[in-house]
């Protein structure tokens, strides 16, 4: 039953009027389409239909950020089952696979290394899914009922799309309702808005509503108050008696000041300030035991202290775009966190010559990355005060079997650490590591990597070699400034897998390698400011090998489909 329709959701080639005709016949409880998702409130799991029933908090045609909609989910404990053993964020992740699988939710669009990005709810399944979600009690009614102190119904989950038509508009937007109102709030339990006004009036509103709600004595039982892009948010002392809250969404809000009551809700279990102007985060945050997701603004430079005695955060599993300088405090603490899975560190040192203390802080880091065995997303960045690349410590990474994703930017003090990434790497890039050896000699031997970018001085030598076997998945492949670079080789049976290639200002590189016109799978050479690779590839005359290349690629494409796309684009900027 599942199976049919999703078959029937997936059918890219309906017309908009066959779209027509199954939703009127949705509407009028007719037809196939009506059978089929009645099927599925019988036979579609409980945990798996709740978890559905939150696209309906979002506006229609909102493309959902997935990692959003999984914090969302893990912060209600949606999808967990009694007996799991699981972390709730794996959970709910599998929750979200086993829902994309069945073509329940909609993928539109995906991050180079194949994760998903941004999700929706197909449109026939919503317009089916809301009516059910109220029926289950998910959600508020807000398409035009009254919502007053003599309205019995229980309000679980409210959303301010900023439309006037719900109900609930003029109680966030309003300023003449009586306070009485705001009791109909008392159990709520998410409150998401996306109130996308520009300047001070986002902020106002949200403060607002807020203070009533809380002060009439709702919103006790929240669990989430997201406000991710609603501008400079302002949040009420009364904030501080949310004390169940677990999820605290102000990412893309540019708040400049986080309020200093924050250490009073000890049951936060999310904490996202990306995308903010937040630099100082209080210390009182390192006694939230409960906190596992700790997202910061890596351009403000966001400080902290964990020295405390009492600090205790064991349940971390992200620290994301923290700051370190030669005061911060890695060793006794920082590097207490040792079951993180995500990390993202930026080190600066104050001052432009070597400096001792800078020098013992990134050992510091590079010991304390040694002991984090569940890692699987390392981003570690090393500047000088003038914000040019630093040193940058780190020890082999063969023993971190789940890590799949490492970022590094800084001159390597350890050149072996090329041949030390785990086998189970996808995601490779390097940025100022100065490695003068032919780095695509070692790569080449990891089995799964699929991402591989050479950013700026990260190879200073002229010759690099792809050989036969190498890189079996390497799908992406990108070199950015590498102006030392003269020849690149590509040997037959090398980079079988490659779809896109990019160049970019590898001003001394003169020709494109011969093997390239090998690959089957090539569907994207992207060229930019390549002056002579592009002026071969644009002469037309003659016999110019460049010319040639080009027209072997399309021909390949348009007789053995060979690309994804159908297509082959060389694109010259």
Not at 58 to 74: C, H, M, Q
Not at 350 to 370: G, K, P
Not at 400 to 419: I, W
């Amino acid at each position: 039953m599942i199976k049919e329709l999703a078959g029937l959701l997936s059918n890219k080639a309906a017309t908009a009027e066959e779209w027509s005709r199954v939703l009127q016949q949705l509407n009028e409880n007719e037809g196939p389409w009506y059978e089929i998702l009645y099927g599925i409130n019988r036979h579609l799991p409980l945990y798996l239909r709740r978890c559905l029933f939150y696209f309906v908090l979002f506006p229609e045609d909102f493309e959902v950020p997935a990692r959003r909609l999984i914090g969302l989910w893990v912060a209600e404990g949606l999808g967990r089952q009694k007996g799991d053993q699981e972390p709730p964020e794996c959970v709910s992740e599998k929750c979200f696979i086993e829902l994309v699988n069945q073509n329940m939710i909609q993928v539109t669009k995906k991050k180079m290394n194949g994760k998903i990005s941004r999700c929706r709810l197909p449109d026939a399944l919503r317009v089916h899914w809301l009516p059910k979600a109220r029926e289950a009690n998910f959600l508020q009614d807000n398409m035009g009922i009254n919502l007053s102190m003599n309205n019995t119904s229980v309000i679980r989950r409210l959303a301010d799309h900023l439309d006037h038509k719900d109900a609930s508009f003029d109680h966030i937007h309003g300023n003449r309702i009586s306070s009485s109102v705001y009791s109909s709030y008392r159990n709520v339990v998410s409150f998401l808005s996306f109130d996308t006004q520009e300047e001070s009036r986002a902020g106002e509103d949200i403060e607002n509503f807020l203070e009533r709600c809380i002060s009439s004595g709702s919103f006790y039982f929240l669990w989430v108050l997201d406000l991710e892009n609603v501008h400079k948010p302002k949040l009420p002392k009364a904030v501080s008696q949310l004390t169940r809250l677990r999820y605290l969404g102000l990412r893309s809000t540019y708040m400049e000041t986080l309020p200093v009551f924050i250490d009073k809700l000890l049951n936060l279990q999310s904490l996202d300030l990306k995308r903010t102007c937040i630099n100082t985060v209080p210390n009182s945050i390192w006694k939230m035991q409960s906190l596992r997701q700790l997202f910061l603004d890596e351009s403000f430079c966001t400080v902290f202290d964990p020295r405390q005695e009492d600090s205790s955060l064991v349940d971390l599993q992200t620290l994301w775009r923290a700051f370190v300088d030669e005061t911060s405090p890695v060793r006794n603490g920082l590097d207490r966190l040792s079951k993180l899975t995500k990390l993202g560190l930026k080190c600066k040192s104050s001052v432009s010559f070597q400096n001792e203390a800078m020098s013992s802080q990134l050992v510091a880091v590079a010991n304390w990355v040694t002991k984090m065995k569940h890692l699987q997303y390392l981003r570690l960045k090393s500047f000088d005060e003038s914000g040019q690349p630093w040193d940058l410590y780190l020890e082999s990474l063969l023993d971190h079997k789940d890590l799949y994703s490492v970022y590094l930017v800084g001159r390597l003090k350890n050149q072996h650490l090329v041949s030390e990434y785990p086998l189970n790497l996808i995601e490779l890039t390097l940025s100022a590591s100065e490695i003068a050896k032919d780095p695509m000699q070692t790569l080449d031997k990891l089995p799964n990597l699929r991402i591989l970018k050479l950013l700026s001085r990260s190879f200073t030598g002229k010759k690099m070699v792809s050989r036969s076997g190498g890189f079996a998945k390497l799908e992406i492949l990108k070199f950015w400034e590498l102006e030392a670079l003269e020849e690149w080789n590509v040997e037959e049976g090398a980079l079988c897998g490659l779809k896109d290639l990019e160049i970019r200002s590898c001003r001394n590189l003169k020709m494109l390698p011969d093997g390239l016109k090998l690959i089957r799978t090539l569907r994207e050479l992207k060229l930019t400011r390549q002056p002579e690779l592009s002026a071969r590839i644009r002469d037309n005359q003659g016999e110019d090998w460049n010319l040639i290349f080009l027209l072997v690629l399309v021909a390949k494409c348009l007789l053995f489909n060979f690309c994804d796309t159908e297509k082959f684009d060389i694109l010259i900027l």
